[in-house]
């Protein structure tokens, strides 16, 4: 074989590998390399300023487990995190079921939805803290219209919690209709057809056609809706800026575990700890995605 | 939050296909719109540029104003002031924020696209060993969070000599699995393998075939993929928040400095919001019908 046919060969032999290499490298580096070595920091003192101070094995995880913040964060993640999802999976559910039909001006619709999506969350969480400021906020005087008293909204947990949610869903549930409408529009007609000449009601077409096609797609939403969440960190940071910005309010009532994890970070200068908080979150969000996809995955038997 | 914006909940199934087929895909027009139908949507709009629309209120009135009751509902005439005490005001150096954002967010996208069609189109179009364990990986990165990995991220930049400068806000960015993928999907039904082999044939070779048949085809979906990158990489805020020098930040670190002041000018902090907001929703809305496409479209292909 001549050498010209060779070279040719190996060419086209390599050239995938190479194509394929720099996201591989680059996401090696800067992603996966640092989230492992979260693990090996973990199990150290180590701090902002001294590096390395030695090997602690598990002491930072005994710590964290009596750690009464750590667990105020997790319930607070955990509650903004449902009090935003399950509303936001609904409505963008529904949202999916409106703009489905046969509408004058599509694209006005579809992008008056997600108009939001493009608004940076900085922007979301400065905004939606002065709609929800106690004394001259928008919010309050509109529920004042009903005689309702002002809310101190980001001094109470409850009020606190649902006004980040709020925030959240502000900015994800259109994007997420428009997921689901994708996979609404790709579910076959005939299966309609069909289901209409067996005398199924729309409610019943719904239950039975509707969301078992859309499993994959729910699923889809609902994990990306997840890693999130339980990341959530900069509408609460916002909500209450200020010096004290990152312990969520005076009595840290809607601090997040990101947030914690970024004040043991730099504030307390403990990256050994703050690299055990990251890796416990690690697993929360690994745990909420197999309960996840075990949730989602029943809807096929949905009948 | 970093976030895939597109579904790849089915693409298990299309790596068993050998050829991407395209799926006959019909609308379901299931119902005409009711007027109840248009009233819904008016609402779901209206809740969708409320916010915004107060924030340009906010952003053109007197600071005195923010304490009038009833709450002010219309825009006022002191814009182009209050825009002017952004740029003065001494804590925050806007200007040299929005050109850094500008910076941070460009490069980004342009790694992310090149490198993104690079390894689309070996995934769509080449044949090798691995390519199918190669591409569920690339899905996979989407599902990792990799901001908890912040800790050490911040002890890397630290040792490339790259703690606070804006390198160290891009670096984490250069490439994303969503656009690999996105890529990915593209190629295999806007690429005709005839075209490929033809080019094979008269003796290119593999990365001439990609720069001068491929990557000139994919002007569309480099389109939507670099507004979505840019977007995304403008609106970040956690990682530069963290990582960039106080004197140096982006413009979404800016607005949350300038909020978080002691004595906070809502109108100035406003008028700032809106600086770094319109710019990227009026291109949002321009290119609304692309990226829509581009939103929809990229997850049913494959």
Do not use: C
Not at chain 1, 16 to 32: Q, S
Not at chain 1, 115 to 123: K, M, V
Not at chain 2, 235 to 254: G, I, K, R, S
Request: glycine share 8%.
């Amino acid at each position: 074989m001549h050498l010209r046919d060779r070279l040719a060969r190996l060419e086209i032999s390599s050239a995938p590998y190479l194509f394929i290499a720099p996201f591989f490298v680059l996401f090696g580096i800067f992603g996966l390399f640092p989230l492992g070595y979260t693990l090996w920091v973990s199990l150290h003192d180590w701090s902002l300023l001294g590096g390395n101070e030695g090997w602690v094995g598990f002491a930072n995880y005994t710590e964290l487990v009596s750690d009464d913040y750590f667990w105020n964060s997790l319930l607070n993640t955990f509650a903004i995190f449902l009090i935003a999802t399950i509303p936001q999976i609904l409505a963008a559910l529904a949202l999916a079921q409106v703009l489905n039909s046969s509408l004058r001006a599509l694209t006005f619709w579809r992008i008056g939805v997600i108009i939001p999506t493009a608004t940076s969350i900085a922007a979301v969480g400065i905004i939606f803290a002065m709609m929800f400021s106690r004394d001259f906020g928008i919010v309050n005087w509109f529920i004042g219209l009903f005689g309702v008293e002002p809310i101190a909204w980001n001094q109470e947990r409850l009020p606190s919690w649902l006004a980040i949610a709020t925030m959240v869903d502000w900015r994800w549930t259109g994007y997420n209709a428009l997921i689901l409408l994708a996979a609404l529009q790709a579910v076959p007609k005939e299966l309609y057809e069909s289901a209409r000449l067996d005398g199924a009601s729309a409610l019943r077409q719904f239950r039975s056609i509707t969301i078992p096609m859309l499993r994959p797609t729910l699923m889809f939403v609902v994990t990306v809706a997840t890693i999130g969440g339980i990341q959530l960190f900069t509408e609460p940071l916002l909500f209450n800026p200020g010096a004290n910005a990152i312990t969520g309010g005076d009595t840290r009532q809607f601090q997040t575990s990101a947030m914690y994890l970024v004040e043991q970070a730099f504030t307390g200068q403990r990256f050994g700890y703050a690299a055990t908080v990251a890796w416990i979150l690690f697993a929360v969000i690994v745990v909420v995605s197999i309960v996840n996809s075990l949730l989602v995955r029943r809807i096929r038997s949905v009948d | 939050m970093t976030t895939p914006l597109i579904p790849v909940a089915t693409v298990a199934q299309d790596l068993d296909e050998p050829e991407p087929v395209r799926r006959r895909r019909r609308r379901v027009r299931s119902r005409k719109a009711s007027p109840l139908t248009y009233l819904v949507l008016v609402f779901v709009v209206l809740a969708s540029i409320g916010p915004l629309y107060y924030m340009l209120v906010m952003a053109s009135r007197p600071n005195s104003d923010i304490t009038s009751n009833p709450p002010p509902l219309t825009p006022g005439d002191q814009l182009g002031e209050n825009v002017t005490r952004v740029f003065d005001n001494p804590d925050v150096v806007f200007a040299q924020a929005l050109l850094n954002s500008l910076m941070v967010s460009a490069v980004a996208t342009l790694t992310v696209v090149t490198l993104s069609s690079l390894a689309g189109f070996a995934f769509a179009k080449l044949r090798f060993r691995g390519k199918n364990i190669f591409l569920l990986a690339v899905i996979g990165t989407m599902m990792v969070p990799v901001q908890l990995g912040l800790v050490p991220l911040y002890m890397l930049m630290g040792w490339l000599g790259l703690a606070g400068s804006l390198w160290s806000a891009v670096l984490p960015f250069l490439v994303t699995g969503f656009g690999v993928f996105f890529m990915r999907q593209y190629v295999s039904q806007a690429i005709p393998d005839e075209l490929i082999e033809a080019a094979r044939v008269d003796g290119a070779s593999t990365f001439r075939i990609f720069a001068q048949v491929v990557f000139p085809a994919l002007r569309p979906a480099v389109a939507v993929l670099g507004l979505l990158t840019f977007m995304e990489r403008w609106n970040d805020f956690m990682w530069p928040y963290l990582t960039l020098a106080p004197e140096n930040p982006t413009v979404q670190v800016a607005l949350s400095r300038l909020s978080g002041g002691y004595y906070t000018d809502q109108a100035l902090v406003m008028a700032g919001t809106l600086l770094a907001t319109v710019p990227l929703v009026l291109v949002f809305i321009l290119f609304g019908r692309r990226i829509v496409g581009g939103i929809m479209e990229g997850g049913l292909k494959g």
